[in-house]
């Protein structure tokens, strides 16, 4: 089967110590400075909250792109449960144009996680009563449109200066640059009719089928049928990449443990949501080239984003990045 990737991308999830999360911050800064050296073309952070990792993406990006000149800086992906779509946008817009437009905000729609625990904290009132819907979403979008606000004659007086009201700064094409986490046939539905990119990660819902690329496969064509086919839409999947050439042995046998201890998942859709889940391609670059080569999803996408685990250390993180990029990436179709 032929696989061309055009753009790769890596996903880490920004792990810090307890005790000392600056340290751990600053080793995920430098990942995405080493990862624009090495040549990738994208580098995302997740959004975790009450965890060990990002809890505002916009103010990490915006760290990153005063370290960083030319990688895409992706978010994967902020609960929009959580946030004011008007203040989401002028965080996110303020971040793009210090990273001089090169952001790529991801989102997800829904009840977001640990909302039992922190949901009160963020809404005034019963949070189960506020819309958490992808209606927040569309409304972040029109903020992000920068239309005016007000009457036609409304104007707002600041120090040296009267302009009609809008969302500040306001950079126009940053809401042709979002995209929306779909696991689902329902989410890839409106992620197309909206015109939003599209992320495709490890885990989807089997609605139709036990197989998991058979289920992301019909995902993704479904999104491009209903997406306006105008739009440059893009779709991003990801993978668990773990090569271990460069790896010493014990490190390879600790990354072995890891992918043993997630294997069992894959085996059968889990819970009553059906969701399935891709194995994790844990080996050597020959070995990992083989299966991304037997994917009948990378046949259909030029963007493939390496998700990296959770908790691993920033020296594991640079290593796996190189073999993938120097080892595996040429062989995918992307020059050294």
Do not use: C
């Amino acid at each position: 089967m032929t696989v061309q990737i055009s753009n790769l991308s890596f996903l880490t999830p920004g792990n810090y110590p307890d005790d000392d999360p600056y340290s751990g911050l600053e080793d995920t800064l430098q990942l995405f400075e080493y990862g624009e050296r090495l040549g990738f073309g994208g580098a995302w952070i997740r959004q975790r909250h009450l965890e060990h990792g990002v809890g505002s993406a916009a103010v990490f990006l915006a760290a990153a792109a005063q370290r960083t000149s030319r990688i895409e800086l992706g978010t994967a992906v902020i609960p929009i449960g959580y946030e004011s779509p008007f203040r989401l946008a002028e965080d996110l817009s303020m971040a793009d144009v210090l990273s001089r437009g090169r952001l790529q905000p991801g989102f997800s729609a829904g009840t977001p996680p640990h909302a039992e625990l922190i949901g009160s904290l963020v809404f005034d009132g019963d949070w189960r009563t506020y819309d958490l819907s992808h209606g927040r979403i569309e409304r972040l979008i029109d903020n992000l449109r920068g239309d005016y606000l007000g009457a036609a004659d409304a104007v707002i007086h600041s120090p040296g200066n009267t302009q009609r009201p809008r969302l500040q700064p306001h950079n126009p094409g940053l809401v042709d640059r979002l995209w929306y986490g779909g696991g689902s046939g329902r989410s890839v539905r409106w992620a197309g009719k909206n015109g939003l990119n599209l992320l495709s990660g490890n885990i989807v819902t089997g609605e139709h089928t036990d197989d998991f690329g058979t289920a992301q496969l019909t995902l993704i064509e479904e999104y491009r049928r209903l997406v306006d086919p105008a739009r440059p839409a893009r779709v991003a999947v990801g993978r668990v990449i773990v090569p271990f050439d460069s790896a010493d042995r014990a490190t390879r046998e600790r990354y072995r443990r890891y992918a043993a201890s997630r294997h069992e998942r894959t085996l059968a859709p889990q819970g009553e949501r059906r969701i399935l889940f891709a194995p994790d391609l844990v080996g050597t670059s020959e070995e990992i080239i083989e299966r991304l080569r037997a994917d009948p999803v990378l046949a259909h996408t030029a963007e493939l984003r390496l998700e990296l685990p959770y908790e691993f250390h920033r020296e594991d993180y640079e290593q796996i990045l190189h073999d993938a990029r120097e080892l595996i990436a040429p062989a995918l179709g992307l020059p050294v």
